[in-house]
Every structure is written in C-alpha cells, then in structure tokens.
C-alpha cells in the first residue's frame, strides 16, 4: 500500500505542476459539454470563434480548457467541481444537465450556458430579463413568434392553423402549448390533430383537410418521421405545410425559419465576451437566438398554392431545389 | 487538482459507493449479473426528485426513492424466477422499462432541483463550505450503511443470501428457500441504487432521464478494483473495498480531467480512465512479486 501511495502522491505533484502562475496570466474559459454531438460541437466552435473575433486568441490571452463528459453525468459533476476548484473567469456549460452541474456546484462564479431550451424550469435563472445571480445564457427555444409571422406573411388570408402532434412528446405539448399562447395574438385559431403513433400522421392530417387553412409541423420525431404523409395531404387539398425544422423543407414542406447551432455558440460567444470585459452575468440578460434563417421550397409553395413574394424569397438563405 | 475538485471526487465516490455495494450484492453475494441498476439509479433520482418538487419532505422522498429502486429489483427477481427468463436478459429488460417509466415519473426529461429543500439544504450557508461538509456527510451515511449491510450479511437471511449465491443446490438442501433469498437481496441491492441515484440528483441539482447510461459499469469497475486493492476474505472487507474502489475510480477520472497538458484532449478521457484503471488493478500485483 506505502509504495502505491507514493507513486500515487507523484502522479498527483506531476499533475499540479502546469497549474503554478505564469508571469502575465492569460483569462481563462472552461468549457463543460455532456456528450459528443453535431449540434453541441457547432455550438462550441461558434462560442470560441467569436473568442476569438472579440480580440481573445487561445494561447495567447486566452487559456480554453474544454472537457466533455462523454454522456457520463457522474464525470460531468466532476468537472464541474474540477473548473469550480480552478476558478476560470467565465465557466461556459453546454447543456441543460452540465449547465445544472456547475449551477449546483457554484454560486459565486460566472456561468454563461449554452444550448438550454428551458432556462426557468430547468432552475438555471429566476428571471430571464435581470437573471440576478452568477448565471445567464442563450436558450435555443424554438422561435414561434417568428414562425407564426412568417405563416401570416405567407399565408396572409389563414385564419385556422392545423397542428398535428404527438400528445406522449413532452417536447411537442410545451410547443404546442406555447403556439395556442402566441397564435391568437397573430390572428390564428389552433386547430388540434394528434398522432400518437408515426402510423397516425395521415389519418391525423386528413382531418384536418378543410377545418384548417394552414398547417403546422412542430419538432415532434413522430409526425417529421412520417412527414411524406401531411406534404401529400397538403399538395391534394391545396393547403399549405409549414416546418419549424429547417430540414423538412428539403422534403417538401413550404417554408421554415430556424437556427444554426453554430449561430447559438457565437450569440452565447458574445455574451462570454461581455463578462471577460468585466459586466456581472446577473446584469445580462438570457437571450433567445437572435440569428434566424429562412428555409424556402418554392416548388412546394406552388404545389400547395402559397405564392412567394419577392422580398421574403430574397431573405431566404436556402431554397431547396425542385 | 485542487481541494474542491479532490473533495467532488470524494463526495461523487462515496454515492457511487452505494451503487458498488449494490453490485457487489448481486454480482457477487448473489452471483445474479444484474444491469438493472442502469435503470434504478436514474428511477432514484426521478422518484425523490419528482417528491422534492411537489414539496414532499425530502428525507421522506430519498426513502421512496429507495423502496422504489426495491420494487425494480423484485421486479426483475420475478421475471428471473417466475417467467424464466434468463438473469441477464430478465435485467436488461427491466432496465429498458424503466427509462420509460422514469420519464413517466417525471413527465418531463429533467427535473431541476436547484435551490429546492433536499436532504442536504442543511449543509448550506454554514461557517465550513458546503463543498467540504457534503463528502464528510456522505462518508458517514455511507458506512452507516456499509455497516448495516455487514450486520444483514451475517443474519440468519444474510447468511441464506450467501449460501444461495454459493451453492443454490446445497442451499436448497439445506432447507434454504433460495426464491426468496434472490428476491430480498435483488430488492436490496436496487434499493441501495436507487439510494444513491437520489443523492446524486440532490447534490448535482437535477434528476435527468440519462443519468443512468454506464451505472453499471462504474459500479463494477469500482467493486473490481476494490477487490483488487485489498484482495478481501470477510464481508466486512470486501464492503470495505467496494467504497475503496469506488473512491479510487473517481480519483482516476479526476486525474484524467487533468491530463491535458500530455496532448491528450477531451475525447480521451474514457480511454485515459480505462487506462489508469487497469494500471491500479496491476500495481498491487507487481507490489507483491510476479509470482502470484
């Protein structure tokens, strides 16, 4: 046992030795992820390119250290507590449970997460506007104002919106929730058609040929899975499909207006900035993503008889070819 | 590594702690391959979390956490005994259940739990930080536990239990109702699961639907290695080495967060944590000489 002991307190020395004070010391960012994926890497890459943008080079005034828990939320405590123990000046957490990780181990030092959808319920602020405490973000929540603008300038006679959902999405009730909250503000009447199985879409979509003017594809997996079914409802009745997700345009729905993950990190990126500058994450407000692209099937349009007038083809940055 | 970073380590090794305990009595007493804990660690953490919100008192809400984790044990116990299904395959379906049925719980892939009253709301705002006084409440539940446990393993059912895992023919024998034996110790050993899946989430500040992934394998890493550091021949020891394992895991995942510096980035940690793993499972041999 002595003899593991030692090595083991050498291991322990070797290790501490990079961490002694250098002569002029670089700010520090730590990065803190729960798993490898697409989405989450883009958004860290937005997130130190605009490091970078604002003046902050890694290596030379700007020291990254950046740790993924590899879907591990045992190791993602862990690194919570390791950034915690080196006091970086700003700790970035992408990810509702990294974000509440280091939120948990945390109170003093400045967290700014990345990537969350739901910043209140998942207890990471109190108020979005002055979030008061060491915490604030970006939260990727859908934009459903803005998509319901872009269906009233699209569709500007719809008066009803079918929406077909899975009810068992925990996702999609909160989405659709939120659209019955916003949608009686921009003119809309929300007409309901569930499809608890991907088998139900069609039959879901047939109900609501003639109840509705305009129909809406939420991020429901169920319903996107089994989207071919509301397009070809939608071509036959002439009623127009409109997708939050952006990739449903490629495969025939008329128009979506969505977000890059990369855009998030660079928004988030700034907000990083703003701290390294000296503001108090308390004084930042929790921003949604600012940067919004629009999605075009012009081919679908005409199908489902929606025109697109110039201006609005024109903001497009996608118009998937027929 | 600093002082809050070694003492996270301990405070998270002394929960996994639990969960090595847990294996330890199914893998080992029992000899039951059991990966329901996948399942029953996350179903802790949803059932006291769930309560905690709906502002049950929390020690009350950690207790049904356990008697919840008790139930998945019997659960795959049953499926073992009395559909014959075979234990591994009987473990791996309840397990699949339960990611479903912890969703269910929560109604809601996370449940947050950051400034909620938790067991631990005590331990906040006092003259020594919470960071320092968590891992020494941990350490003290989690040998009152260990030595509850030492208690049960040498009762007359604790003996039963053994013997079953034995030798079930013999304890059959023997007159030692070996159906009831596997359904206790599988209730038990999820109960302590669960125990430590709802600690988890009161002192990581949420209860999330994937807390589960790889449960298992800490909780077998950590058991293994126990047995390999203190080489156990009692109960008591072998308990002893499961915490000892499990601490000494997450001290390895901590010195793997800090290797960096060697080129080595965040995508390598797994493999740098099982590197260092199997360099502590061989130090004690080459301590005691090549030829053992």
């Not at chain 1, 000046?89 to 992408?94: K, N, R």
């Not at chain 1, 660079?266 to 629009?294: A, Y």
């Not at chain 2, 080992?28 to 990966?35: C, H, I, N, W, Y």
């Not at chain 2, 259940?97 to 400034?115: D, Q, T």
Request: glycine share 8%.
């Amino acid at each position: 046992m002595p003899a593991f002991a030692s090595r083991f307190a050498a291991v322990l020395l070797l290790l501490a030795a990079p961490f002694a004070p250098a002569a002029e010391p670089p700010r520090t960012v730590a990065l803190t992820q729960i798993v490898e994926h697409p989405s989450l890497d883009a958004a860290r890459r937005g997130i130190l390119d605009e490091l970078a943008a604002a003046g902050f080079t890694p290596g030379q005034n700007l020291k990254v250290d950046y740790q993924n828990a590899q879907g591990n939320p045992a190791t993602a405590a862990q690194i919570a507590r390791k950034f915690v123990g080196e006091r970086p000046d700003v700790i970035v957490a992408i990810t509702t449970p990294s974000a509440q990780a280091v939120a948990a181990a945390t109170r003093e030092l400045p967290i700014v997460f990345c990537s969350v959808s739901d910043p209140l319920g998942a207890k990471l602020v109190r108020d979005l506007d002055r979030p008061g405490g060491n915490v604030t973000g970006t939260s990727d929540l859908s934009p459903i104002a803005e998509q319901l603008d872009l269906i009233r300038e699209l569709s500007p006679a719809a008066k009803r919106l079918g929406v077909i959902y899975n009810p068992g999405e925990a996702n999609s009730v909160s989405l659709v929730g939120s659209l019955k909250e916003l949608a009686p503000g921009k003119g809309f009447q929300v007409i309901e058609a569930a499809a608890p199985k991907s088998g139900d879409v069609l039959s879901a979509a047939r109900q609501l040929a003639g109840k509705a003017e305009a129909i809406y594809i939420p991020l429901d997996n169920t319903v996107v899975s089994a989207l071919e079914a509301v397009i070809k409802v939608g071509r036959e009745a002439k009623i127009p499909v409109y997708s939050a997700d952006t990739d449903s345009v490629g495969r025939g729905t008329v128009a979506s207006l969505g977000f890059d993950y990369y855009d998030v990190g660079r928004q988030t990126g700034q907000q990083v900035t703003r701290i390294l500058r000296g503001e108090k994450p308390g004084d930042i407000s929790v921003e949604r993503v600012k940067k919004l692209n629009l999605h075009l099937n012009p081919q679908a349009a005409a199908a489902m008889g929606v025109s697109i007038p110039d201006p609005i083809r024109q903001r497009a940055v996608n118009l998937a070819k027929p | 590594m600093s002082g809050i970073a070694l003492l996270g380590a301990i405070e998270i090794g002394l929960v996994f702690g639990l969960v090595a305990l847990g294996v330890y009595l199914s893998f080992r007493v029992l000899q039951f391959p059991d990966l329901t804990v996948d399942g029953s660690f996350p179903l802790g953490a949803a059932v006291a979390a769930t309560l905690i919100v709906h502002r049950v008192d929390p020690w009350l809400a950690t207790a049904a956490a356990a008697l919840a984790g008790a139930l998945a044990g019997l659960a795959t116990a049953w499926l073992n005994l009395h559909l014959r299904i075979l234990n591994l395959l009987a473990s791996i379906l309840t397990m699949i259940a339960l990611y479903s049925i912890n969703l269910r719980i929560m109604g809601r892939p996370n449940v947050a739990l950051l400034g909620e009253e938790t067991v631990l709301s005590a331990l906040q705002d006092r003259a020594i930080p919470a960071y320092v006084l968590t891992p020494l409440a941990f350490a003290v539940a989690v040998f009152a536990i260990k030595w509850l446990l030492d208690r049960f393993l040498a009762s007359e059912l604790g003996l039963a239990l053994r013997a079953t895992g034995a030798n079930p023919r013999m304890a059959r024998a023997q007159g030692i109702r070996t159906e009831q034996a596997i359904l206790s110790g599988m209730a038990l050993s999820n109960a302590l699961v669960a125990l430590a899946g709802a600690l988890f989430a009161q002192s990581q500040g949420s209860a999330d639907v994937t807390m589960g992934v790889g449960v298992i394998v800490v909780g077998l890493a950590a058991v293994i290695g126990g047995e390999a550091l203190l080489n156990p021949r009692t109960v008591i020891w072998a308990t002893t080495a499961c915490i000892l394992g499990s601490l000494l895991y997450r001290l390895i995942v901590a010195l793997a967060l800090n290797a960096d510096f060697l080129g080595l980035q965040a995508q390598d940690l797994n493999l740098i944590t099982a590197a260092l793993v199997a360099v502590a499972l061989v130090l004690p041999r080459l301590r005691s000489g090549p030829a053992r």
